[in-house]
């Protein structure tokens, strides 16, 4: 079955550091990739998402890329912010949109320091 | 447009109550999904409808679960003689047949004493 495997957390940086979160993944065939955060006490909101190999999502600073040869998917940016302080969760569907929905890893709790 | 929407968004019941989740989709998606998530942990799927019908079901969603959209609108999710077990965050999802982003609403919390 698929799966998603998140690096643990929490990751703790300071300011305007380079932040990475591995994510990489087990599915058979083509599957779309998203990140989603969820700030405390929220729901998920979409953060981004690739859909075919080698593309790249982005969206307030935050990039992903699908990098099937390493079934992976690591989120980055290049400055974090203390607004960015959340939990990243990384997800997979099965191409076209599995029955299922998405599976997602455990999260990772994500504390940005002033 | 607001969004999935979701109601109540927290509920206290004590063990071996009824309680009932109300989740209103974003408007013309006919895919309706409901995940569970409890601390510390992703979200797990537990249904899925398209439109009024209900395709799919996880092993997670015991008897005690029962799920309906009866007119392909909105759903509800009802838990029946809650167990401490059950406390958890009960999210709401939607997307088009043909669309491969869903959407989640602000989830609800059930805590169970």
């Known amino acids: 079955g698929n799966s998603v495997t998140q690096m643990e957390g929490p990751v703790t940086l300071s300011e305007e550091a380079f932040l990475t979160i591995n994510c990489t993944y087990t599915a058979t065939g083509y599957p779309s990739l998203f990140w989603y955060v969820q700030y405390p006490g929220e729901g998920l909101q979409l953060l981004l998402k690739a859909t075919k190999a080698d593309d790249k999502g982005s969206n307030k600073g935050f990039e992903a890329t699908y990098r099937k040869e390493t079934t992976s998917f690591h989120l980055e940016k290049g400055s974090v912010q203390v607004s960015d302080s959340a939990v990243y969760f990384c997800a997979l569907s099965d191409e076209g949109g599995g029955a299922d929905g998405l599976t997602f890893g455990k999260g990772t709790h994500l504390i940005i320091q002033p | 447009d607001t969004g999935v929407s979701q109601d109540p968004r927290h509920k206290i019941t004590k063990r071996g109550q009824n309680v009932t989740f109300r989740c209103d989709p974003i408007s013309e998606h006919n895919r309706l999904y409901w995940y569970r998530q409890t601390l510390g942990q992703g979200p797990e799927f537990l249904t899925y409808f398209q439109n009024e019908a209900q395709l799919e079901k996880s092993r997670l969603l015991s008897d005690r679960f029962s799920a309906e959209r009866p007119k392909g609108s909105f759903s509800t999710l009802e838990i029946q003689r809650t167990e401490q077990g059950d406390s958890a965050m009960y999210l709401c999802?939607?997307?088009?047949?043909?669309?491969?982003?869903?959407?989640f609403g602000e989830g609800s919390w059930l805590t169970v004493v």
């Open positions: 999802a939607s997307s088009f047949e043909t669309g491969i982003t869903i959407y």
